[in-house]
Structure formats: C-alpha cells, structure tokens
C-alpha cells in the first residue's frame, strides 16, 4: 500500500517561489506515476502535473507551463513540484496522487492529505 505525503506548501508573495515534496512510503514508486493537483476553494479539482514511471514524460496544465517543473527521486521516493513565478490564482490545496506508470486523467490510486499554498501580498 503505496502512502503519499505532501509538504512544502505555505504562505508566499506573487513572483515567488515554492517547492512542494510528495514523499512515498510502504512501496516504491519506481512503477507507479506521480501527479500533482490542486483544488481552490469554490471550485473543481484540476490536474496541474504529472510525470510518467521513470520520469520520461511529463505533462502540465496550460496555466503553469514554463512556471512549474515537476521532478522525480525514486531513490528519495520522492516527486518535487517546483513552482516559480507564482501566481495569485495558484492559490490551492495541492495534492499528490499516484496511479500505475503512465499518466491519465482519472487513473489516480493513491492520494496525499495535501498542502495548502497560498500567494498574496
């Protein structure tokens, strides 16, 4: 039973930048995909990122290209969001989730507890 756990997340000012972690355990996640997804509040869950088994691709809401890059450490177990140059409306509940190898709109398994971001000044 694969267990997700998001950290990362906090309070910081448009331009900014964050790195949420999403560390695995009671499995690996060298098999598995990683996504990242967010929900603000009064609206729908959206699917923000995701990367493949093995890292070799990668996919990414229009709203975040060239903004977020998402990373894998199957070593560390772990799967990185870095976010730059944030955005008011990045403000989120962000969730890791993971479904097996290849990323789908659906296929999610597993589920973090999420971390909150929030970018005001």
């Known amino acids: 039973q694969l267990q997700l756990v998001e950290s990362g997340g906090g309070l910081v000012q448009p331009g900014g930048s964050l790195r949420l972690s999403c560390a695995a355990s009671g499995s690996t996640i060298d098999y598995y995909a990683i996504g990242w997804l967010r929900q603000a509040p009064g609206k729908e869950r959206e699917g923000v990122s995701c990367?493949?088994?093995?890292?070799?691709?990668?996919n990414y809401a229009d709203s975040v290209k060239g903004r977020f890059t998402i990373s894998r450490d199957n070593a560390k177990n772990t799967v990185y969001l870095q976010m730059n140059n944030l955005k008011p409306e990045d403000t989120a509940d962000y969730y890791c989730a993971a479904q097996d190898e290849i990323c789908t709109d659906n296929g999610w398994t597993y589920w973090g507890q999420g971390t909150q971001v929030t970018v005001s000044s």
């Open positions: 990367i493949s088994e093995g890292g070799r691709s990668t």
